[in-house]
């Protein structure tokens, strides 16, 4: 199974109103509820892919509570630890086409409960082929989180996976993850100078890491991927509009896939690229349609460079 870590879990929720007018108040009419995170993103698509899956990570509350059983209604197997503190809620403020987001801090996590934490993790990891580790850290969870666990992932034979920003990336990536997954502007902070465009980036992705796999997005221009022997490209000649929220989870939900059923890497970048499009395209962020997926499939390029 692929194992996924999302230790800030939250609870997304969705307001939607035609405006939004600061200084006003706004009568709700439709509240949208989902397990979020990004690594329960990642375990949400690769059960629509009929992964076997496992979402695990921290949450607490009845916050906590409430992830835990959407994740139920959505079938999606969940082996969270319960912390005390309350998960929080990243809320969306919806209008037709704009989004305004409000995230909660994170909850804070005791020395114990990452103690706690990490003894469970040892537990699951076994059973593990692929971990994939997503997102932020909540407070009190070391800086080199990542790091500690990509070590006991490795130990226990399993394949490792990244996709994180800031110091927790940067911390992570000492481990010498198999793949790294950083955006744009993550790349830009791994290397300390901005790279928008994938052309840009080869010879600075080659130098980031020795012995992990380099797959960069650049939003709507594709994945950047340099292994230790290759390079590609793997892009859509006509981006799609929609929403892009958790294209980056979608696109390392197809990684992993890839990895465990062991598919060479042009496929897998093919895949990366159909099934993070198909996510945009997807009317509720960060779900995608199988259907779309292998539509777009057809018209990924894929260049080696
Ligand atoms: N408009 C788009 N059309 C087609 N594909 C897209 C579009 N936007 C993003 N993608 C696909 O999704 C992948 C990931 O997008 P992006 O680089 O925005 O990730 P991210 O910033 O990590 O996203 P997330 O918000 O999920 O963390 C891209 O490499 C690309 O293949
Ligand atoms: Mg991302």
């Given at each position: 199974?692929?194992?996924?870590?999302t230790?800030?879990?939250?609870?997304?929720?969705t307001?939607?109103v035609?405006?939004?007018?600061?200084?006003?108040?706004?009568?709700?009419?439709e509240?949208?509820?989902?397990?979020?995170?990004?690594?329960?993103?990642?375990?949400?698509?690769?059960?629509?892919?009929g992964?076997?899956?496992?979402?695990?990570g921290?949450v607490g509350?009845?916050?906590?509570?409430r992830?835990?059983?959407?994740?139920?209604?959505e079938r999606?197997?969940?082996?969270f630890?319960?912390?005390?503190a309350?998960?929080?809620?990243?809320?969306?403020?919806?209008?037709p086409?704009?989004?305004?987001?409000?995230?909660?801090?994170?909850?804070?996590v005791t020395?114990?409960?990452?103690?706690a934490?990490l003894?469970?993790?040892a537990?699951?990891?076994?059973d593990?082929?692929?971990?994939?580790?997503?997102?932020?850290l909540?407070?009190?969870?070391?800086?080199?989180?990542?790091?500690?666990?990509?070590e006991?992932?490795?130990?226990?034979g399993a394949w490792t996976v990244?996709?994180?920003s800031g110091?927790?990336l940067?911390?992570?990536?000492?481990?010498?993850?198999?793949l790294?997954?950083?955006n744009?502007?993550?790349?830009?902070?791994?290397?300390?100078?901005?790279?928008?465009?994938?052309?840009?980036?080869v010879?600075?992705?080659?130098a980031?890491?020795?012995?992990?796999?380099v797959?960069?997005?650049?939003?709507?221009?594709?994945?950047?991927?340099?292994?230790?022997?290759v390079?590609?490209?793997?892009f859509?000649?006509?981006p799609?509009?929609?929403?892009?929220?958790?294209?980056?989870?979608a696109?390392?939900?197809?990684?992993a896939?890839g990895?465990?059923?062991?598919?060479?890497?042009?496929?897998?970048?093919?895949?990366?690229?159909?099934?993070?499009?198909a996510?945009?395209?997807?009317p509720?962020?960060?779900?995608?349609?199988?259907?779309?997926y292998r539509?777009?499939?057809?018209a990924v390029t894929?260049?080696?460079l």
């Amino acid at each position: 199974m692929i194992l996924t870590v999302t230790l800030n879990a939250a609870l997304d929720v969705t307001y939607r109103v035609p405006a939004l007018v600061p200084g006003t108040t706004h009568r709700i009419t439709e509240v949208a509820e989902r397990a979020g995170g990004k690594g329960v993103n990642v375990a949400r698509v690769l059960h629509t892919l009929g992964d076997p899956v496992v979402a695990t990570g921290l949450v607490g509350g009845a916050g906590g509570a409430r992830i835990r059983s959407l994740l139920a209604d959505e079938r999606v197997p969940e082996a969270f630890v319960p912390i005390a503190a309350e998960s929080r809620r990243t809320v969306v403020v919806a209008e037709p086409n704009v989004a305004t987001g409000l995230w909660e801090p994170g909850p804070i996590v005791t020395p114990d409960e990452w103690a706690a934490f990490l003894g469970h993790f040892a537990d699951l990891v076994r059973d593990a082929q692929v971990a994939v580790f997503s997102g932020s850290l909540p407070p009190g969870v070391p800086v080199d989180a990542y790091r500690t666990l990509i070590e006991a992932a490795r130990d226990a034979g399993a394949w490792t996976v990244l996709d994180s920003s800031g110091d927790p990336l940067q911390y992570g990536l000492r481990a010498g993850p198999d793949l790294v997954k950083p955006n744009a502007e993550e790349l830009a902070g791994l290397v300390g100078r901005p790279l928008p465009r994938p052309a840009d980036a080869v010879d600075a992705v080659r130098a980031l890491a020795a012995g992990t796999v380099v797959a960069a997005s650049f939003g709507p221009a594709g994945l950047l991927a340099v292994t230790e022997q290759v390079a590609w490209r793997a892009f859509l000649t006509d981006p799609v509009d929609g929403n892009p929220t958790g294209a980056g989870d979608a696109c390392v939900a197809a990684l992993a896939h890839g990895i465990v059923h062991d598919r060479p890497w042009p496929e897998r970048l093919v895949d990366a690229v159909a099934l993070s499009a198909a996510a945009v395209w997807a009317p509720v962020a960060g779900s995608v349609d199988l259907s779309d997926y292998r539509r777009l499939r057809r018209a990924v390029t894929i260049k080696e460079l």
